[in-house]
Nanobody, 127 residues
């Protein structure tokens, strides 16, 4: 069972980037999904989480209005569209999945209580 992220790299401030995450050995359509970030010298934090059907989403205040989470259950994918990137968005971005329904999708992001983690893809925002 493995989650695999892709799409990271170097981007200038104000730029955009799309991260993708797929799964091998499991299907995502029964899992709550989220994107998490570990910045330099910082603890991992939940940025955005999404319900199984994709009808409920949560965004951390620092990315609200700039990032968009989406999922494609047919193709077993979850995405994070990142716009207007800032220097402080630099970090290791990981997708994660949880079987047990969180109290809310926000709770999944806040507690980091998940069943599977990806290895992460690194995003560097720099001029």
């Amino acid at each position: 069972l493995q989650l695999v992220e892709s799409g990271g790299g170097l981007v200038q401030p104000g730029g955009s980037m799309i991260l993708s995450c797929t799964a091998s050995g499991l299907t995502l359509d029964t899992l709550y999904l989220g994107w998490f970030r570990e910045g330099p010298g910082l603890e991992r934090e939940g940025l955005s989480c999404i319900s199984i059907k994709g009808d409920t989403t949560y965004y951390k205040d620092s990315v609200k209005g700039r990032f968009i989470i989406s999922r494609d259950n047919v193709n077993n994918m979850v995405y994070l569209q990142m716009n207007d990137l800032k220097l402080e968005d630099t970090g290791l971005y990981s997708c994660a999945a949880a079987y047990v329904p969180p109290t809310t999708v926000q709770a999944m992001c806040d507690t980091l209580e998940v069943d599977y983690w990806g290895q992460g893809t690194r995003v560097t925002v720099s001029s």
